[in-house]
């Protein structure tokens, strides 16, 4: 491998300049000493408390694998050579197995996974918790997970299980299509998904932590973002569901904690399958008693569903979803009160119900076409210091889309492109309104006093006047001078907005004459 190469792909994790560099199944000039296996570097990682990088050449590493360090053992980064790269454990199997097991140390210096893939395998043990791809990182950056490709009936297993406060997953591509229950990202400490593609029945499944999910897209037939009395912050994505899909849910439920359930949308795309199944757009719900879960949609578009949202109380409690400046069909929402709970829908910010015109929605393209009234949102706040700057494709988000001079949110996930209102080049027109006759007489005193009013045809136009010999010099109208006697030429041009001068200034020749006595 050449050692450019090398260099590029151990150096993704910046704050390690100075770490060692341990290499496995590749050999090049940047390797500070080399391991026999993946496992026997982990070991040797974990045995000092200097920092470390394992770089993992190209094959396939059969695990599983265990980095779990008790004391300083420094920071440690594992890099691979991308989807070339892949970790694996031996499968199907009957037991529990997580194929890449890691966590901080006792010094609490961080654990990181990059640039390569991870294939969990079969779990055939239906009593049995799925297996995991990569659970206690810190960091998970550029990773592949899929299932091994004989799991159909795989038991709940899960990408990535986000287990230490403040982890993330990030760049990665998560395929856990296979398995009624299969999950791409356990959350069960504080963490963040960012710019991410998850294809699984239940996407990011928060259980009773915090989470925060942005520019990243979901696939699911299940459940898309799941906060389980957790709190989750769901921004610039975009969520397809089908069949039984919801794709957003707050739910209340002791199976994960005692805790409230809330989850925040905005600037999120969901999109169903069509309204003839049974798929849900996001919705909350009150599983036991005294659960008080609230859902707040802002910006948003959420199409093609059977139904929009849907607040379902079906014990003692409250099941709140408020809906603020999205698009979606007015005629479908639900309130389910039951069990003595209650079910509301609120709209604190106007909503819209119209075709939000995307690009070409048969083909995946859900940006806003031409004209669509999703552009540019009259509810447009300032971003919030902690919100994505750019939407799901990485651009701006707050640009003018429709022209008019002013920036402002749109709603979904993708912001339209910036467009520039037309450059005005053409000049404006000039009249002379009221002004002296082309003959004054002056019948007292050295000069005649005179006042000519004049407009533009453009409105917010300023003015220059000349007389005679002079330049131009701002005036406003009307305007009064004082004229000796003689032939004098007065001369006024409009300048527009745009700075576009009048070339042919209005004018008006007069002459002033003294009044002659008769003796």
Do not use: W
Request: net charge neutral.
């Amino acid at each position: 491998m050449p050692l450019a190469t090398l260099l590029a792909a151990s150096a993704l994790f910046v704050g390690s300049a100075h770490a060692a560099t341990i290499c496995v199944g590749i050999s090049a000039p940047a390797c500070d000493g080399s391991a026999e296996t993946l496992q026997t570097a982990l070991d040797s990682a974990k045995a000092t408390a200097a920092d470390d990088r394992i770089v993992l050449g190209a094959g396939r590493f059969v695990g599983p694998f265990t980095y779990l360090p008790f004391t300083d053992a420094g920071e440690l980064e594992l890099v691979g050579q991308g989807a070339d790269t892949v970790l694996t454990a031996p499968g199907p199997t009957k037991s529990s197995i997580t194929v890449l097991r890691m966590q901080p140390d006792g010094a609490e210096h961080g654990a990181k996974v990059a640039n390569l893939g991870l294939l969990v395998p079969a779990n055939t043990e239906a009593l049995n918790p799925g297996n995991i791809g990569v659970r206690g990182a810190t960091a998970v950056d550029g990773v592949q997970v899929s299932l091994d490709a004989n799991d159909a009936e795989a038991n709940s297993p899960i990408g990535v299980a986000l287990q230490t406060p403040g982890a993330t997953v990030a760049n990665s591509d998560i395929e856990m299509s296979a398995g009624s229950f299969s999950v791409g990202v356990l959350v069960q400490a504080p963490g963040e998904v960012a710019d991410t593609r998850i294809h699984a029945p239940v996407g990011v499944f928060d259980v009773a932590s915090s989470v925060t999910v942005t520019r990243s897209r979901i696939v699911t037939d299940n459940l898309g973002v799941f906060a389980c009395n957790g709190d989750a912050l769901v921004e610039d994505s975009l969520i397809r569901v089908s069949g039984f899909g919801t794709g957003l849910t707050a739910r209340g439920d002791n199976q994960c904690s005692a805790d409230q359930a809330s989850l925040t949308a905005r600037q999120v795309t969901i999109v169903g399958s069509g309204t003839g199944g049974e798929t849900v757009g996001a919705g909350t719900e009150v599983g036991v008693a005294g659960q008080t879960p609230v859902l707040d949609v802002s910006l948003s578009i959420v199409r093609d569903v059977k139904t929009a949202f849907e607040a379902a109380a079906l014990a003692t409690g409250t099941a709140t979803v408020r809906v603020s400046a999205s698009d979606f069909d007015a005629a479908r929402h639900s309130e389910t009160s039951a069990g003595g709970g209650v079910g509301i829908f609120e709209q604190p910010q106007p909503n819209i119900d119209a075709d939000p015109l995307f690009a070409d929605a048969l083909f995946g393209d859900f940006r806003l076409g031409s004209g669509s009234p999703a552009i540019d949102s009259s509810f447009s706040p300032p971003l919030a210091a902690d919100e994505s700057a750019t939407d799901l494709a990485g651009n701006p988000r707050i640009v003018d889309g429709n022209g008019d001079g002013v920036a402002a949110r749109d709603m979904g996930a993708l912001e339209a492109p910036e467009v520039k209102p037309p450059v005005d080049t053409k000049p404006p027109n000039t009249l002379i309104t009221k002004g002296p006759k082309r003959k004054v007489t002056l019948r007292s005193g050295k000069r005649a006093r005179v006042v000519f009013r004049f407009r533009s045809s453009e409105a917010g136009s300023r003015f220059q006047c000349k007389l005679d010999k002079q330049r131009f010099r701002v005036c406003r109208s009307p305007l009064a001078l004082k004229l000796k006697p003689g032939l004098h030429r007065f001369l006024v041009r409009a300048i527009d907005r745009a700075g576009n001068v009048d070339k042919s200034p209005a004018k008006r020749v007069v002459k002033v004459v003294r009044l002659r006595h008769v003796s």
